[in-house]
């Protein structure tokens, strides 16, 4: 008789991770909360999936903070090159963009679920929807079903419920006080790729939100990148936020304060600047001296003031200053059911080599319950897809290994 598995989770991790395992010769069934499976990976697909990076491998690895070294030789279970070649297989061509990001030809993430799911129903893996995991039960796993309670019983588990963000898409953190209670060490979750709450005007809030800064340097702790980024209602938003978030997050809970640098002008340097400005008619308003000498446009100037009111009065020296190294103080992360994903989970020195819980031997965790985050840009998925590997791995070997 095949050895059956239990995966609770469908998205990226736990559908990979049923597929190696299918293919091995398991019994697997995936379980899910939701009426389908892989509804965060179609919501990243809205603007076109990006499946993962074509950078440097080297350079790929370290993309994920303090889990660097633990990550390291999972992410060699599942390559990019080797999630291409995947994608392909399912019929979903992909190429890479001027940023380096890896999309799928045809940009939704629809077709490729689509495949992949009926790859998975051939090897026969069974999908059970509407099925919302409330805890164990000795060695049985409890569901909340629409028919109502069930005990299921398998002979390994694979955990792969996600983290916080997006809950209505089924990653609740439910799971958090579930494994707490059986011993098991979590970090507590925060946002991770996450906009920010500024002390913004009412004035400024009111006729800027919405509105792109485009074109500027930011630098924090994370580095300097050139991007956009979006006033949102109350704070700043946008991929070149979500770039710094980890830096201005972690800065937050361990100072107090933290902000953005900002070179509204990364294509002039200070110099220029000083003298384009001085340059210009001081009897002129203080927006058409800035357009005229640093072509800032009205959103930027206005962020110009909104942190220094008093910009207007600064001579040409501290005003080219001001604009090349402009400080945006940041005041609490939004909260984490908007984050694109979340920091903290299950401890990695709570789980073996395999990903297995040292506290509950049997039971396997993948994705992004783990404690690791990555920024935007295909780390997030590439790293979900290997952990789903290697906890398949993982399982493998348990199964084949003699119990005492």
């Known amino acids: 008789m095949k050895k059956s598995v239990a995966i609770i989770g469908g998205g990226p991790a736990g559908l990979m991770a049923a597929e190696r395992l299918a293919t091995a010769g398991l019994s697997v069934t995936v379980y899910d909360a939701m009426p389908t499976v892989g509804r965060k990976l ?60 890896v999309f799928p030809k045809v940009m939704k993430a629809s077709p490729l679920l689509r ?31 629409p028919e109502g309670q069930k005990h299921v019983t398998a002979d390994v588990t694979l955990l792969a419920l996600g983290g916080a963000s997006w809950p209505k898409l089924g990653s609740d953190a439910a799971w958090v006080s579930l494994l707490e209670g059986q011993g098991v060490d979590i970090t507590p979750l925060r946002p991770a790729n996450c906009g920010f709450d500024c002390d913004f005007s009412e004035s400024f809030d009111t006729r800027f939100s919405g509105q792109p800064i485009k074109s500027v340097k930011a630098t924090s702790a994370a580095g300097t990148t050139q991007g956009e980024f979006v ?22 809970d361990r100072d107090g304060h933290a902000a953005l640098m900002l070179d509204l002008t990364p294509g ?36 110009l003031r909104e942190v220094n009111p008093e910009a207007n009065q600064l001579d040409a020296g501290d005003l080219a200053r001001l604009i090349k190294t402009l400080p945006l103080p940041v005041r609490r992360p939004r909260p984490i ?63 084949e290994t003699p119990k005492a």
């Open 42 to 101: 179609l919501l990243a697909g809205k603007s076109g999936l990006n499946i993962t990076h074509a950078e440097d491998y080297a350079r790929f690895v370290t993309r994920f903070g303090a889990a660097n070294d633990r990550l390291r030789p999972i992410l060699d279970l599942m390559t990019p090159e080797a999630i291409r070649v995947w994608a392909a297989d399912l019929g979903t061509e992909t190429f890479v963009g001027s940023s380096g990001r």
């Open 115 to 145: 495949a992949w799911l009926r790859r998975l129903e051939a090897t026969g893996v069974t999908i059970l929807t509407r099925h919302r995991w409330a805890g164990f039960e000795g060695k049985a796993l409890i569901f909340e079903t």
């Open 231 to 252: 006033i949102s209602r109350g704070g700043i938003e946008g991929s070149l936020i979500y770039a710094h978030s980890a830096a201005l997050r972690d800065a937050l």
């Open 268 to 303: 002039r340097t200070e110099e220029k600047l000083v003298a384009d400005l001085a340059r210009q008619d001081r009897k002129a308003s203080f927006s058409t001296r800035l357009k005229k000498a640093a072509n800032l446009d009205g959103a930027k100037i206005a962020l």
């Open 337 to 399: 059911a908007e984050a694109i994903s979340t920091a903290g989970g299950v401890a990695l020195d709570g789980v073996d080599e395999t990903f297995m819980l040292t506290s509950r031997p049997g039971t396997f965790v993948a994705g992004e319950m783990l404690d690791w985050e990555a920024p935007t840009g295909g780390y997030l998925l590439t790293a979900c897809f290997a952990t789903g590997i290697a906890a398949a791995s993982g399982i493998d070997r348990w199964l």
